[in-house]
């Protein structure tokens, strides 16, 4: 089954205690992206890749580390979390062409920075 | 960079009547504009999508139309259903250094009462 997977789904952490969002994808897509979602502001873009090695910063990337040494993996690191990144986090890939601009989702992380 | 606004931000309708849901983007550029459904506790998924060289594009119940001249996009359900309760987000898209930037709205929350 094509999917994207994330772990953990919830998480509750102290601040400034580090921790990664895994993400995986089994589709062989080039294109992946964090999100956070907030209420009332939507979709945010934190990071996205290209792929292999290629990554760049998204509209909220303050505060936040990624990295792609495999197609399939993207984790996102929090290396000093604070409450403010209290939110919820989507991974997301897709495999752009010419006609093909779908992204997938998948089923978010619950972060709690306490 | 884009802006995408979105409302109304709640939308709540009978089953069976018709819901819109209305965006505006800024930059010209944008050339793809996808809708996305999240259903609760799942990571937002494609619906329908439209590109700028097309009006209108409809898929069973759900239709998207497009004015590039008045840079405004609209989601349209009709007969609606329980199952259609769900989060929907509109989207703009441009290419930016080889890679399709996506910027969401906010959401609409759709409630449809059976």
């Known amino acids: 089954e094509a999917q994207v997977t994330q772990n953990p789904r919830y998480l509750i952490t102290v601040t400034g205690k580090k921790l990664t969002v895994t993400c995986s994808q089994n589709m062989n897509h080039e294109y992946m992206s964090w999100y956070r979602q907030d209420p009332g502001l939507g979709l945010r873009q934190i990071y996205y890749s290209m792929n292999v090695e290629v990554t760049d910063k998204g509209d909220v990337p303050e505060g936040y580390k990624v990295s792609r040494k495999e197609k399939r993996n993207f984790p996102l690191i929090l290396e000093s979390p604070s409450p403010n990144q209290t939110s919820l986090y989507f991974c997301?890939?897709?495999?752009?062409?010419?006609?093909?601009?779908?992204?997938?989702f998948g089923p978010g992380t619950r972060l709690t920075v306490t | 960079g884009e802006n995408v606004e979105q409302h109304p931000s709640t939308l709540s309708v009978q089953e069976g009547d018709s819901a819109v849901i209305k965006c505006t983007y800024s930059?010209?550029?944008?050339?793809?504009f996808p809708w996305y459904k999240q259903e609760l506790g799942k990571g937002p998924q494609l619906i329908i999508d439209i590109r700028s060289n097309v009006g209108e594009k409809k898929d069973q119940r759900i239709a998207v139309t497009l004015n590039k001249t008045a840079k405004h996009f609209s989601l349209h359900i009709t007969e609606t259903q329980p199952e259609d309760s769900a989060v929907y987000f509109c989207a703009a898209s441009l290419r930016s250094g080889g890679y399709q930037k996506v910027t969401f709205g906010i959401g609409t929350k759709l409630q449809v009462i059976p």
């Open positions: 930059d010209s550029a944008s050339n793809y």
């Open positions: 997301a890939s897709s495999n752009w062409g010419i006609e093909t601009y779908e992204q997938y």
